[in-house]
């Protein structure tokens, strides 16, 4: 099972991108979505997790009020990211991690995922 990601691209700072996280062989309704990201040198860091049993929503400190993650009636995740900075900058990549009647915490972003994307990447020029 492989997740796909897209919607990475070059923006300027302030400005706005939208990542898409789609999987064909699994249903999210099972699962817990979340973005990660990584930048160069750095750990990968938890960005954001949504529950798909009540819509439930975790963000990392460093993208709250900029950050939207949400779900359509399908098979997809979107990352809504606004007033986008240069630590923005990383590859993004989506994870899915079966589980149901769970709801989002910090938690989240430790669970062991159980399918991962390649990623996309995501560059803020300041």
């Known amino acids: 099972v492989q997740l796909e990601e897209s919607g990475g691209g070059l923006v300027q700072a302030g400005g706005t991108l939208r990542l898409s996280c789609t999987a064909s062989?699994?249903?999210?309704?099972?699962?817990?979505i979340a973005w990660f990201r990584q930048a160069p040198g750095k750990e990968r860091e938890g960005v954001s997790c949504?529950?798909?049993?009540?819509?439930?929503t975790y963000y990392t400190d460093s993208v709250k009020g900029r950050f939207t993650i949400s779900r359509d009636n399908g098979n997809t995740v979107y990352l809504q990211m606004n007033s986008l900075k240069p630590e923005d900058s990383a590859v993004y990549s989506c994870?899915?991690?079966?589980?149901?009647?769970?709801?989002?915490?910090?938690?989240?972003?430790?669970?062991?995922?159980?399918?991962w994307g390649q990623g996309t990447q995501v560059t803020v020029s300041s």
């Open positions: 949504i529950s798909s049993f009540d819509g439930s």
């Open positions: 062989k699994i249903n999210f309704d099972d699962y817990v």
């Open positions: 994870a899915a991690y079966w589980t149901t009647g769970v709801t989002m915490g910090p938690i989240c972003v430790g669970y062991d995922y159980d399918y």
